[in-house]
């Protein structure tokens, strides 16, 4: 009788997953040398948008890869002791090619507070949020880190339109564990960071996720709770 093949699915696709993070690596690190070469405006505008894409390319990827590794029970969460705001700095710093070619202005308030929790992981859902603000502000995103009720609440605002409600609909029926219809890649990244803060819990808190516009600048804001 032939062996069972004991290649299983999940190395299988981790191994596929890093492979594609490579290439697109490679790829985004060529267009910024490209747009670094004094390109006129006009000229970076298409750039711009391919640069744009590439990186929420390699946000989806990531996505599905960690939903398939929490569905299958082999998601490995390692909580430290860590430095948010040295976490979010090295988060900005992967889209500083990215948000100097759009011109947004990124303002960062908050102590430097140490917290306990998976930096990798949190370091994933700080990616999406900002990927999102980035595609939705008119010129300026403002972060800030608050110790708040028990925990620690990171709230991401931009300065765009805001999200009709429909969307703040279906926000909150993904996270309640409703079963919607119409499912996108943006409700899968809602999904994703929702999945992560829940892996986060501390004295029978447990972190999670929160999408709403803010009042001040009508934009849309999403706040990450830790506890």
């Given amino acids: 009788m032939p062996k069972e093949n004991p290649l299983h699915f999940k190395n299988v696709i981790s191994a596929s997953v890093q ?3 490579n290439s697109l690596g490679q790829v985004l690190y060529k267009l910024d040398t490209l747009m670094a070469q004094h ?6 505008y298409d750039l711009v948008d391919a640069q744009y894409e590439i990186v929420r390319m390699q946000n989806v990827i990531n996505q599905l890869h960690g939903l398939y590794l929490i569905e299958t029970d082999a998601l490995t969460v390692q909580m ?6 040295e976490l979010l700095e090295d988060t900005l710093a992967s889209f500083e090619a990215l948000l100097e070619n759009k011109q947004i202005d990124v303002e960062v308030s908050g102590e430097d507070i140490s917290w306990y929790l998976d930096p990798h992981l949190i370091g994933s859902i700080l990616q999406i949020i900002l990927l999102n603000a ?7 995103i403002q972060i800030s880190l608050e110790r708040q009720d028990h925990g620690l609440m990171i709230s991401v605002i931009d300065n765009g339109k805001g999200y009709p409600d429909s969307v703040l609909e279906s926000f909150n029926a993904l996270v309640s564990g409703e079963v919607i219809t119409g499912i996108s890649g943006q409700n899968a990244g809602w999904l994703y960071c929702e999945k992560i803060a ?5 004295q029978g808190r447990v972190g999670f996720t929160r999408l709403g516009n803010d009042p001040v600048t009508g934009g849309g804001r999403i706040d990450l709770y830790i506890p």
């Fill in 19 to 21: 492979d594609m993070r």
């Fill in 39 to 44: 390109l006129k405006d006009d000229e970076k």
């Fill in 80 to 85: 430290q002791d860590s430095y948010v705001l």
């Fill in 134 to 140: 980035i595609r939705y502000t008119k010129d300026k």
């Fill in 198 to 202: 829940k892996q986060h819990k501390n």
